[in-house]
């Protein structure tokens, strides 16, 4: 679905020299994948999300979207409806007064027939639970309730893949739930690609496959499991671990002959039996 060959890219200025913000990045997401990116603010996370549906373009290097080259001028609209954006701040993507109607925006910007259009956005809404709501207004929606709303629109441009940054930063627990259930919901029954930047862990133990990034570099990309077993690297670069993998570790650190790359409380409390066994 996506590839990038030695990506970097520089915010260039008149006043600094060009300093890479993301510097020979080689990764592979495949269709139909939930992959999980993390890191530090200013490793470099936004900038790459944005590479994914050409927003920026590289530096140097190349990225391709369904085999789609993102500097090709003429296939920009493709990369554009291949790869739909979520934000941090679902009050920035809300554009209208009805929720129904803010989901059929991009459609209808997107010249699709109104007959088209209707059925997209009852679709993108009962996608993420939100289709009893279609005739409300956004502003009296909760915080997960909007970002919810925000993905519908996104879905309705039926794209092939969705790439959500920070989509629960400003949310409450609750929210944060509502919206990484719809993650999954889209990613299990839709098949859609999902590519989620989280400064939480509990919801990248969640994904598939987790990429870390540490200046501008790929420092680890594997499975959750093995990632977050790099407890010591991870804490070095400034990231933590799900709570349990924590709660594990400090154990084992006290001499308790216990595994700690586990991610869910159940297998966490399963380890803790076999010790008290």
């Not at 999300?49 to 530096?59: E, Q, V, Y």
């Not at 609750?174 to 862990?201: A, D, P, S």
């Not at 969640?206 to 990034?213: C, G």
Request: aromatic share 6%; with cysteine.
């Amino acid at each position: 679905m996506i590839k990038t060959e030695h990506l970097q890219y520089a915010y260039r200025t008149d006043k600094t020299p060009i300093q890479f913000v993301l510097d020979d990045v080689n990764i592979e997401i495949k269709t139909g994948e939930f992959v999980a990116v993390l890191g530090h603010n200013g490793c470099g996370k936004s900038t790459l999300a944005k590479h994914f549906n050409g927003l920026l373009l590289p530096t140097g290097g190349r990225v391709f979207v369904a085999g789609m080259d993102t500097k090709e001028e003429d296939l920009y609209w493709n990369v554009r409806q291949s790869v739909g954006m979520v934000f941090q701040n679902p009050d920035n993507q809300l554009v209208a007064t009805v929720v129904e109607e803010d989901v059929a925006f991009a459609p209808e910007n997107l010249g699709v027939p109104s007959e088209e259009i209707r059925m997209r956005v009852d679709e993108a809404l009962k996608a993420v639970g939100m289709y009893e709501y279609r005739r409300h207004a956004p502003h009296m929606l909760s915080g997960g309730q909007k970002q919810r709303v925000a993905i519908a629109g996104a879905i309705a441009m039926r794209p092939k893949c969705i790439v959500l940054d920070e989509p629960t930063a400003m949310l409450d627990p609750q929210g944060r739930k509502e919206v990484i259930e719809t993650i999954r919901r889209l990613k299990n029954e839709e098949g859609m690609t999902v590519v989620l930047i989280t400064h939480y862990m509990d919801e990248a133990a969640k994904a598939d496959r987790v990429i870390v990034l540490d200046k501008g570099n790929v420092l680890l990309d594997d499975v959750p499991r093995k990632v977050f077993s790099e407890v010591k690297l991870l804490k070095k670069i400034g990231l933590d671990v799900p709570q349990v993998t924590e709660l594990l570790y400090e154990l084992k650190k006290a001499g308790f002959p216990v595994e700690y790359d586990q991610l869910t409380v159940e297998d966490c409390a399963d380890e803790l039996m076999k010790l008290l066994a």
